[in-house]
Nanobody
Framework: QLQASGGGLVQAGGSLRLSCIASGFTFDNYAFGWFRQAPGKEREGLSCISSDSAEYYADSVKGRFTMSSDNAKSTVYLQMNNLKAEDTAVYYC??????????????WGQGTQVTVSS
C-alpha cells in the first residue's frame, strides 16, 4: 500500500513537502508518480521517477516541484516550492511496477489535501 502525507494550508509563494511511504510489495522495475485533482477537474499527472532514475515533470510544475526517493525508507517525496493558488488540489501518489516477469500492478495512495491561499 501507499501512504501519502504532508499536505496542508500554505500561503502563495510558500513550500510544502509531500511524502509517500510504500509497503507490502516489491517490484523489480517500477515508477512512482504524483498526481493531483482539483474540484471539477480531471486528475493531472505531475511527475514520476522510475527505478532507473528517469524523471518527468509536467510543464505546470517544472522548475517548482522536485521529486526524490529514499529507497532505504521506501519513501518518495514531492518538494513543492513557489506554490500558487492554482496548485490547490488533492494530491495522490501511485506506483506501477512488475516483478518476476509478471504483469504490471498499480497501487494508489489516499489523497492529501494541499490548499494554497492567495
Amino acid at each position: 500500500q501507499l501512504q501519502a502525507s504532508g499536505g496542508g494550508l500554505v500561503q502563495a509563494g510558500g513550500s510544502l513537502r509531500l511524502s509517500c511511504i510504500a509497503s507490502g510489495f516489491t517490484f523489480d522495475n517500477y515508477a512512482f508518480g504524483w498526481f493531483r485533482q482539483a474540484p471539477g477537474k480531471e486528475r493531472e499527472g505531475l511527475s514520476c521517477i522510475s527505478s532507473d532514475s528517469a524523471e518527468y515533470y509536467a510543464d505546470s510544475v517544472k522548475g517548482r516541484f522536485t521529486m526524490s526517493s529514499d529507497n532505504a525508507k521506501s519513501t518518495v517525496y514531492l518538494q513543492m516550492n513557489n506554490l500558487k493558488a492554482e496548485d490547490t488540489a488533492v494530491y495522490y501518489c501511485n506506483v506501477i511496477g512488475s516483478s518476476g516477469g509478471g504483469g504490471p500492478r498499480i497501487y494508489w495512495g489516499q489523497g492529501t489535501q494541499v490548499t494554497v491561499s492567495s
